[in-house]
């Protein structure tokens, strides 16, 4: 059983609607990721945040959104999507800055652009 | 910039050991992780090494660590057919993230 919960599970929308991803981690961590998996691509950091503040924005388009309200919450909105965004996204924590501890992964929401 | 390579594939025979292999160009790596990704599910933490070190062994997992060629492997011993997955390799350069490799889908042949 993973320490950090992601919700939901598989999410299908159309290029106009708008969705929010949801997670939440139970590990104390301060950190918390943001990556999307598409097929034969390494794993893409699209943001950070520690102790509720984005310290990352990997480039990432303006249509996704994140939200962090506290260490144990992250929410990634998304809106006006394209096919190509169609991806797994995975959340992680970890105990923050100046540390090297690993991350600990979600097991993702498939989202499915149509 | 911090680029990590493996090989996509892997194939073995339940019973034989299985050697997963990573390259990486960052020699200021602090920490050196293996990841398992079975179908569906996020990335399951399953061993790391510290820079300083060049061996470590966690029951049948062993990792090796050529820090001089900036190599890591992952060698899974008594392979079953519950270790078909993915395995990323990931480096931790200090700055809080990790930098992954593309994976290696190993595939146990019963």
């Known amino acids: 059983e993973t320490g950090v919960t992601q919700t939901p599970r598989h999410l299908v929308m159309g290029m106009t609607n708008k969705k929010s991803l949801k997670c939440e981690q139970h590990?104390?961590?301060?950190?918390m990721y943001w990556y999307k998996q598409s097929a034969k691509k390494p794993l893409e950091l699209m943001f950070v945040y520690n102790f509720k503040e984005q310290t990352e924005n990997n480039s990432v388009p303006s249509r996704f959104s994140p939200e962090c309200p506290n260490s144990s919450h992250l929410f990634l909105h998304l809106h006006t999507l394209q096919p190509e965004d169609s991806a797994l996204y995975l959340c992680?924590?970890?105990?923050?800055?100046?540390?090297?501890?690993?991350?600990?992964f979600g097991n993702g929401t498939r989202l499915t652009v149509t | 910039g911090e680029d990590v390579e493996q090989s996509l594939f892997l194939s073995v025979r339940e019973g034989d050991s299985s050697v997963i292999n990573c390259t990486y160009t960052?020699?200021?790596?602090?920490?050196l992780y293996w990841y398992k990704q079975e179908p569906g599910a996020g990335l399951q933490l399953l061993t790391y090494i510290f820079s300083n070190m060049d061996m470590k062994q966690d029951q049948r997992l062993t990792v090796l660590l050529n820090k001089k060629d900036k190599h890591l492997s992952l060698r899974i011993a008594d392979t079953q057919t519950g270790d078909s997955a993915i395995y990323f390799c990931?480096?931790?350069?200090?700055?809080?993230?990790?930098?992954f490799g593309t994976g290696t889908r190993l595939t146990v042949i019963p």
């Open positions: 992680a924590s970890s105990q923050g800055p100046g540390s090297d501890s690993p991350l600990h």
């Open positions: 960052d020699s200021s790596s602090t920490y």
């Open positions: 990931a480096e931790n350069t200090g700055a809080n993230n990790l930098f």
């Open positions: 590990l104390g961590h301060n950190a």
